[in-house]
């Protein structure tokens, strides 16, 4: 399987489905971004690192993801808006197991 699909609501409230490429390393973040469904400059603002937590998402389906490293946690435990769903979405990496995920960004940090 080379492509997946994703369900992702915006800041909006629009639900996108998207195809994603599990053949080139990319993670959720970059999967948004590819898209624009954040605008510009929004979303991956420290490039994927774990360092500003505007990729914040929140987890509406029961996928099994990789467990959070301590990076993430320490972002997600200064970052706003968080729910107990919460994970940044640079975090994620596209594998073929995240098929029919499903994820709602947050709202931007204010």
């Known amino acids: 399987m080379e492509d997946i699909r994703i369900k992702i609501t915006d800041r909006d409230g629009k639900t996108h489905e998207v195809d994603a490429p599990t053949d080139m390393a990319m993670n959720l973040m970059e999967v948004i ?14 490039g994927g690192m774990a360092m500003c937590a505007s990729c914040q998402c929140y987890v509406k389906s029961n996928t099994d993801l990789p467990d959070m490293e301590m990076d993430e946690e320490a972002m997600l ?13 640079c975090q994620i990496p596209i594998t073929e197991q995240l098929d029919g995920l499903e994820v709602e960004l947050a709202p931007e940090e204010i």
Do not use: H, M, Q, W
């Open 77 to 89: 435990a200064e970052a706003f808006f968080v729910k107990d769903n919460s994970r940044l979405a």
């Open 33 to 46: 971004r590819s898209y624009e469904l954040a605008p510009e400059g929004t979303i991956g603002i420290c």
